[in-house]
C-alpha cells in the first residue's frame, strides 16, 4: 500500500495551498493525480459530508478504488449514489465521509432532502459543466451557496475556448471573478464572431483583444494548472497521420455528397439536409460506412480496415482502437475477429497484455481509465473514426500516455486523403475551431 510520502512534490504543494483556498480549480492533465490530491484535500481539511459528481465509469470505479491504494485514505468510507432511484436513496442514507454520484442524476439529488447534508462539493470534469444551459448546471447552481468548500477538477477546462470558463469558475466564487451573469461576461471579454447579419443572433463568440490575459489574472489566485512533461517522466510520443487513397468511384461517391448534398450508394439515396448533418455524413462515408434514412448503415469503402490491417501486421504490440460509429465498431469486429471490446473486467488483461486490438468508444474509455500498457516494445492508439470533440480527444489520448506508460507510445490517424478528415485533425490540433473547419470541408 502506498504511503503520504509516496505524492509528488507538486501534490504536496497544491495540497498545501488548499489550507488557504477553500474553492479551488484544479486543472491538471491526465496523469498527475488530481484524484488522489483531492482525496488527500477531502481527508486532512475537509469537514462534514463530501459530494463529488464525476463521469460515471469514474463514480463507479476510480474514487473508491484509489482510496484502497494509499494507507492515508483508507479509512475514507464511500458511498456510491448510482442505480435504481430506491439504490440511490439507499445510498444517499447511509453512513460515510464521500458521496459519489454520476452526472445524469445530479438533478434528481438537488430535489432530494438529503442533499442539504452535504458540506463539500468536488467536480470531477468539471469541463462537463461549461455549458449553462444544462439541467445539471441549473440545478447545482441553486445549491452552491450551501458547500463551505468546492473543487473542480479538469485535465481540459477550455474544450472549446476561454469561454468554457464562465459556468467552471462561477462554481467555485459564484461569479465574483468572472462576473455573475453570463451577459456580462460576454460584454466584457467577448465579441460576436459568427452572427446572422438579418436576425443579429450570435452563433460563437471570439475573446475581444487582452481579454485571455484578463481572464487568466483574474481566476490565477483559484484556479492552478500544470503540465505533465514538467514533473513527470514521460517517454517518447509520435504521433502519425496516415493518409489513405480510396479509389476514384468512391471519391465520386464522396464529392457528389459533399458538392449536392445526396449520393446514390448502393441501392439507398443518402440525404444530408443540413451542414452539421453533411458533415456527419462524411465522416461516416470516410469511415466506411453510411447511414440510411431507415438507420442501417451502408458499407463503401473498406480503405481504413485495410490500412489498420496493415498497421497491426506491422508491430506485434498491443493496439487500442478508437471508434465512433456503432458501424464502426461491428466492422471492426467482423475485421478483427480477435478484438475485444473494453469493459471494467478486461483492463487488467489489456494492461497485461493478453489483449492484441482492444476497441473503445472514446466517450466510455475516455475518462478516469489508465490503459497504460507496457508489454509490446511500444504502446499503440489508433482513431479509426476522428472526433471532432478536442476534449474528448486529449482525455482518452490520455489513457495510455500518463504516468506509470514506459514504454514509447504511437497515435495513429487514420484520414481519408483530401476529406472531412483532414478539417477534424486541424482542430485536434488548435489550427482551427469547429465552426471554421466545417465550413472548409464543405466548401
Not at 483559484?222 to 476514384?248: G, M, R, W
Not at 480496415?305 to 460509429?325: D, G, K, Q
Amino acid at each position: 500500500m502506498l504511503q503520504r510520502s509516496n505524492l509528488h512534490a507538486y501534490q504536496t504543494e497544491l495540497i498545501a495551498k488548499a489550507k488557504n483556498c477553500p474553492n479551488l480549480g484544479l486543472f491538471l492533465p491526465p496523469g498527475l493525480g488530481k484524484t488522489t490530491t483531492t482525496l488527500t484535500i477531502i481527508a486532512e481539511q475537509f469537514q462534514g459530508k463530501t459530494l463529488i459528481i464525476a463521469p460515471k465509469r469514474v463514480a463507479e470505479t476510480v474514487w473508491h478504488t484509489e482510496t484502497k491504494k494509499w494507507s492515508h485514505l483508507k479509512d475514507l468510507r464511500v458511498s456510491k449514489i448510482m442505480g435504481t432511484a430506491n439504490q440511490r436513496l439507499s445510498a444517499c442514507t447511509s453512513e460515510a465521509d464521500i458521496y459519489l454520484i454520476n452526472l445524469e442524476n445530479v438533478a434528481w439529488l438537488t430535489e432530494q432532502p438529503q442533499m442539504s447534508k452535504f458540506k463539500n462539493l468536488v467536480i470531477d470534469e468539471s469541463s462537463r459543466f461549461k455549458d449553462p444551459s444544462t439541467k445539471r448546471f441549473k440545478a447545482l447552481k441553486k445549491n452552491l451557496k450551501n458547500f463551505q468548500r468546492r473543487i473542480i477538477l479538469t485535465g481540459t477546462p477550455t474544450p472549446q475556448g476561454m469561454a468554457d470558463l464562465w459556468s467552471q469558475v462561477g462554481i467555485l466564487d459564484q461569479g465574483t471573478r468572472l462576473e455573475t451573469s453570463l451577459t456580462r461576461f460576454r460584454d466584457i471579454y467577448l465579441q460576436p464572431d459568427q452572427m446572422n447579419r438579418h436576425t443579429r443572433v450570435v452563433y460563437s463568440w471570439k475573446l475581444k483583444d487582452g481579454a485571455k490575459d484578463a481572464i487568466t489574472n483574474k481566476i490565477e489566485d483559484i484556479c492552478f494548472s500544470l503540465k505533465a512533461e514538467d514533473y513527470l517522466q514521460l517517454p517518447p510520443l509520435t504521433n502519425l497521420y496516415h493518409e489513405i487513397e480510396v479509389e476514384t468511384p468512391i471519391r465520386k461517391q464522396y464529392d457528389q455528397l459533399r458538392k449536392d448534398m445526396v449520393a446514390n450508394i448502393g441501392t439507398e439515396q443518402i440525404t444530408a439536409p443540413t451542414a452539421a448533418a453533411l458533415a456527419n455524413k462524411l465522416l461516416q462515408f470516410t469511415s466506411g460506412a453510411v447511414y440510411t434514412e431507415e438507420g442501417e448503415a451502408s458499407e463503401v469503402h473498406s480503405a481504413k480496415l485495410e490500412y489498420l490491417e496493415s498497421i497491426m501486421e506491422e508491430s506485434s504490440s498491443p493496439t487500442l482502437v478508437f471508434y465512433h460509429y456503432k458501424s464502426s465498431l461491428e466492422r471492426l469486429q467482423l475485421q478483427f475477429p480477435e478484438a475485444v471490446l473494453l469493459d471494467d473486467d478486461n483492463i487488467e488483461a489489456w494492461r497485461r497484455g493478453e489483449i492484441r486490438m482492444l476497441l473503445a468508444h472514446p466517450q466510455s474509455g475516455g475518462i478516469g481509465l489508465n490503459l497504460q500498457c507496457n508489454v509490446g516494445e511500444t504502446a499503440q492508439t489508433v482513431w479509426f473514426d476522428l472526433p471532432w470533440s478536442s476534449e474528448n480527444y486529449i482525455q482518452a489520448n490520455a489513457r495510455i500516455y500518463r504516468q506509470g506508460q514506459e514504454k514509447p507510445v504511437i497515435i495513429h490517424h487514420l484520414m481519408v486523403t483530401n476529406s472531412i478528415d483532414n478539417h477534424v485533425v486541424k482542430v485536434l490540433e488548435g489550427k482551427l475551431n469547429t465552426q471554421d473547419a466545417l465550413m472548409e470541408a464543405l466548401k
